[in-house]
């Protein structure tokens, strides 16, 4: 007694199976097309699908807490006082708490003196404040590092 499973199709008597069978013997006995594509092509094609994607922008490479600090900031959905108080009217005024102009982005990534040590140490040169929000990987995470380090949201550090 052969000892297949129940389930193998090789035992199954499927109508159609022999003749499946029989025209694929005869399709392969035919004249087969040439193959054109050349070795190198092959590998080629393989390679490249075997490829990873392309490597992402900067901002995909920040783990997520820090895309939600970069996307917060500038869109001026965040807790600085120009946001707070137009919007929410949860603070008096939109005055940093320095006291020199409005709490605004661009006041705190580039001048605001209460957080210069921090600036200082993830960008020690002038750096503008595109290459800030929007430049390689390198600025994204120091970003998000000074972001952090005065804790505008909790939630995205
Ligand atoms: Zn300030």
């Not at 005024?93 to 921090?118: A, I, K, M, W, Y």
């Not at 750096?127 to 990987?137: D, I, N």
């Not at 390198?138 to 380090?149: A, E, N, P, Q």
Request: glycine letters at 6%; one cysteine or more; hydrophobic letters at 25%.
């Amino acid at each position: 007694m052969q000892s297949s499973s129940p389930m193998d199709p090789s035992t199954l008597r499927i109508p159609g199976n022999e003749q499946a069978d029989q025209l694929a013997k005869c399709g392969a006995q035919e004249e087969q097309p040439s193959n054109s594509i050349h070795y190198q092509e092959k590998t080629t094609f393989i390679k490249t699908g075997l490829k990873p994607r392309q490597e992402k922008d900067a901002y995909h490479l920040l783990d997520r807490p820090g895309q939600v600090a970069l996307a917060r900031l500038p869109s001026g959905h965040n807790r600085l006082n120009v946001h707070m108080h137009r919007k929410l009217k949860t603070v008096p005024s939109t005055t940093c708490p320095c006291g020199e102009e409005d709490q605004t982005t661009e006041h705190v990534l580039q001048r605001c003196n209460r957080h210069e040590p921090e600036r200082i140490a993830q960008w020690p040169s002038a750096t503008p404040l595109h290459q800030k929000l929007y430049g390689g990987l390198g600025d994204l995470k120091s970003f998000h590092i000074y972001v952090c380090s005065f804790i505008f949201d909790t939630n995205s550090c």
